[in-house]
């Protein structure tokens, strides 16, 4: 069946669009009343809630119920290849998402971390949770899947957590740069796998998110993780063509030229990103030679408001619609998935989020329509 409403899948294919479509990182989960009632009913904590199909496609479907989205993302984490791998991975209250025993040296690595896995049957509950959101979705939006990149996965899996340790991953990329390799390239193969599985199961566009760009230096990105991205858009675009790709390299929005060359049709930008400055960048950069993008031409681009104007304590509708405003001023409504710089957090008020989802459809369509008006 068609999807009903494939403005994602238009935007990202570089088609123009009749409004900006919409979507939000981390738009399932926490700052969701429901999503909160549906723990205290369940007894299950997030990591608990992954395990289970029908808890997965109960709070990925979740956010579409409350809002006009024009886009599902699967409810996941970005640590479920790492414990597919064999890597413990907790949730202690109030310190996110944990790996308690990190590798610590290359011989620990080679002794725990498998040359391969089979997607199908380590992530079988993540697949199985894709083709039962399909058919709950009944074809309203489109579905994304998405995986971590290799190089977050790895600074988890050698450090252990977010907050600290922070320069493990870059200290083995300098001092075990063979066991690095091993170990990246084993995930940039699950990776692959992972998210073809996920496609294959039905999702219309796949995400990579690089969520640790901020713990690697530009120099290191570029020789070790950028290959990994380049190998995981090329292996996609050969296994579904017509599949959109996604990406998010947050802390290392340098990079987003290179990865259009890698072939991504939608590159997004953190909060910290000059907006006009990487749309003229990537413009640029297409027009001296066809991009591997499913349009050849520049990617679009994604993000990238700040999450603070839907903040309950200090948001407000006013600052909601400046930076929609702002957004559109600096680099237009087409071509563009309008979405956050960073991830929804826990503290935002869903009526500014409603209130965001709306004005971004109500004024980039308005906007559209005076311009093909003044065409005519």
């Not at 990329?173 to 294959?200: G, N, W």
């Not at 960073?342 to 109500?362: A, M, N, Q, R």
Request: hydrophobic share 40%.
């Amino acid at each position: 069946m068609a999807l009903k409403n494939d403005l994602m899948v238009r935007c990202a294919r570089g088609e123009q669009v009749e409004r900006t479509p919409v979507w939000l990182f981390r738009q399932a989960g926490r700052h969701l009343p429901e999503y909160t009632e549906y723990k205290k009913q369940t007894g299950k904590n997030f990591l608990e809630l992954l395990k289970d199909p029908k808890d997965v496609a109960e709070c990925t479907l979740q956010p579409i119920r409350r809002y006009e989205l024009d886009a599902a993302i699967l409810f996941s984490d970005i640590l479920v290849v790492a414990e597919a791998l064999g890597i413990e991975v907790e949730m202690p209250g109030g310190k996110g998402i944990l790996v308690p025993n990190p590798l610590t040296s290359p011989e620990d690595a080679s002794k725990r971390v498998p040359d391969s896995i089979d997607v199908s049957k380590e992530l079988k509950h993540v697949i199985d949770a894709v083709k039962l959101i399909k058919v709950e979705l009944k074809d309203k939006v489109p579905l994304i899947g998405f995986s971590a990149a290799p190089w977050t996965l790895m600074y988890y899996m050698v450090g252990g957590s977010s907050k600290k340790n922070q320069e493990e991953g870059e200290r083995w990329l300098k001092e075990h740069p063979e066991a690095a390799k091993r170990l990246m390239d084993i995930l940039t193969d699950v990776v692959i796998d992972y998210t073809s599985a996920q496609v294959d199961a039905g999702a219309d566009m796949i995400q990579i998110f690089e969520a640790m760009g901020m713990f690697i230096s530009e120099e290191s990105f570029r020789k070790h993780a950028m290959p990994c991205m380049e190998k995981i858009a090329k292996e996609l675009r050969k296994r579904h063509p017509d599949t959109p790709l996604l990406v998010f390299p947050r802390g290392a929005t340098y990079s987003l030229v290179d990865l259009q060359r890698c072939g991504y049709d939608i590159v997004t930008m953190d909060t910290k990103t000059d907006r006009v400055a990487s749309r003229k960048a990537l413009g640029e950069d297409a027009a001296k030679s066809a991009p591997p993008t499913l349009s050849g031409k520049a990617s679009g681009v994604q993000g990238n408001i700040d999450v603070a104007v839907l903040h309950e304590d200090n948001g407000s509708v006013e600052q909601v619609e400046e930076a929609v405003d702002s957004l559109f001023a600096d680099i237009g409504t087409q071509n563009l998935i309008a979405n956050l710089g960073e991830g929804l957090t826990g503290k935002e008020s869903p009526k500014l989020v409603k209130h965001l989802v709306d004005t971004i459809h109500s004024k980039s369509e308005a906007i559209i329509g005076k311009k093909e008006a003044a065409a005519k």
